[in-house]
């Protein structure tokens, strides 16, 4: 069942009367998006705390290689607004779906890559060399995939449930955590060690690599329609350059990559850095840790729907402000829970991952809500970016 839009009126933005579009089927086309991209994602965040550390550095003691690792999975995000600024002259200069085919296409290269990549044992250090530049060229891609339809989505959302409609893609985060952890705690607990390190861990990596093949087909199935492309005109939804939106809205981009700052610095909090910390200085099994954080990504979803209800009734504003305290009380307890035993541990991870539900339910509405028509879709896209690199992309190697 799919909602209609009301009919166009004079805050439409040029928006002709009669065209209706059903924001069920946007909320759909996010959530794939998003799901692929993030288990993609977390695929490479699991196998860099447990995996990588082992495989790419083994000359070091198992602290300094995890730190190591951490610090490769940072680039990602270090390189990520430079894939937004090329991919926005692609599309300046193309179109959205070719645009949108270039970065799924290299995250499928990227990912592959990763996949067939012999470890420190052959290639020696070039094989630490390649996994850093595979891994840039997904943070490349990462940033070349935005195709706008939060926005879209943002746009077109009844004024009484905006909040709503602003967590739906949100919810593609813990789905796509979900499959990864499920995958990894899987072949963990189905193979010896030493089959693990030498081929098992790089199954994930094949399925996300397939799982982007068909998110691919399913956006560009509906980014590249005439109904879409047309509402993206009318919602002046199209890439400006950067030197103007920076003269324009800067003050605004800069709100937007800190707004959600204790939202994104959790997220790889209780999802990633858990792992080091439990392989380093724990007894815990990691397959037990990994069903329990799956439990976590269960409770993130329920924590992200509820954001949806909440910030319709208090507002996005006072929503994101309280649980940033929230997390902010939270993170005062988390070295007392993280060395309390496997109990206060899992309670750290189940908490966190309630705390993060609730308050990356409404980043992304966070980001986008000042730029205006004109700027929506940059601004939008340049602020995400920035606040993954200030808000998560260090903090597993900085918690460790």
Sequence with gaps: MSVQFPAATHHDHGRQAGHDVAPGEIAVGVVIGRASENFDFFVYGIASALVFPKVFFPFVDPLTGALYSFAIFALAFVVRPLG????????????????????????????????????????GSTAIVLLALLRMLQ???????????????????????????????????????????????????SLAPADFYDWGWRYPF???????????????????TREYEQEMDQSDLEPVPLRELIEVKGRHVVIGAFAPLASYALF??????????????????IVDLLWVQVLG?????????????????????PTLGGLALAIAMFSGFAPTLLG?????????????????????????????????????????????????????????????
């Design 297 to 317: 990504g269960f409770i993130a979803i329920g924590g992200v729907l509820a954001s949806g209800v909440i910030a319709d009734r208090f507002g996005r504003i």
């Design 139 to 189: 943070g490349m891609a990462m940033g070349g995939s935005w195709d706008g339809l939060p926005s879209l989505l943002a746009i077109n959302a009844p004024k009484h449930r905006r909040g709503w409609y602003a967590m739906l893609g949100q919810l593609g985060a813990p789905v796509g955590f979900i499959v990864a952890g499920a995958l990894f705690a899987y072949l963990i607990a």
């Design 268 to 285: 790889h909090i209780v999802t990633i850095f858990p792992l080091s910390w439990v392989l380093l200085f724990s007894r815990q099994s």
């Design 206 to 224: 094949y399925a996300a690599f397939a799982i982007n093949v068909v998110a691919l087909f399913a956006r560009l199935r509906l980014v590249v």
């Design 340 to 400: 309390g035993g496997e109990l206060a541990q899992d309670a750290f991870i189940l908490i966190g991952f309630l705390l993060l539900g609730l308050s990356y339910g409404q980043s992304s509405g966070a980001v986008t809500r000042n730029f205006g028509a004109r700027y929506r879709y940059t601004g939008a896209a340049f602020s995400t970016d920035f606040a993954w690199l200030i808000g998560a992309a260090f903090a597993p190697l900085v918690a460790l």
């Design 84 to 123: 937004t600024l090329l991919s926005m002259q692609i599309q300046r200069r193309w179109d959205r779906g070719t645009k949108l085919t270039v970065a799924l296409f290299m995250l499928g290269v990227a990912t592959a890559g990763i996949a067939f990549l012999p470890g420190y044992a052959t290639l």
